[in-house]
């Protein structure tokens, strides 16, 4: 299962790790740390039609990060 990809403050996951969270807060799914596993992630949260999703994959198109290629066309389209 894709993690839900929500915002946490930095206190949040401070507090979290104190207390031997090191996933995420919300959902308890493992954090990924490859980009790879990132941009697999979002993709999944896409596919379910997660706006936030949407709109990291839109944004990381605009830049050309994550292995992405640069298209602000596709930017477009996503946010």
């Known amino acids: 299962q894709p993690c839900c990809m ?29 980009e790879s596993q990132v941009l697999a992630m979002v993709q999944k949260r896409v596919a379910v039609g997660d706006p936030v999703a949407i709109c990291f994959l839109g944004a990381h198109h605009e830049r050309g990060t994550y292995g992405l290629e640069k298209d602000t066309s596709r930017t477009d389209e996503l946010c």
């Open 6 to 34: 929500k915002r946490v403050c930095n206190g949040c996951i401070l507090s979290g790790r104190r207390c031997g969270i090191s996933n995420c807060p919300f959902c308890r799914t493992d954090v990924p740390t490859k």
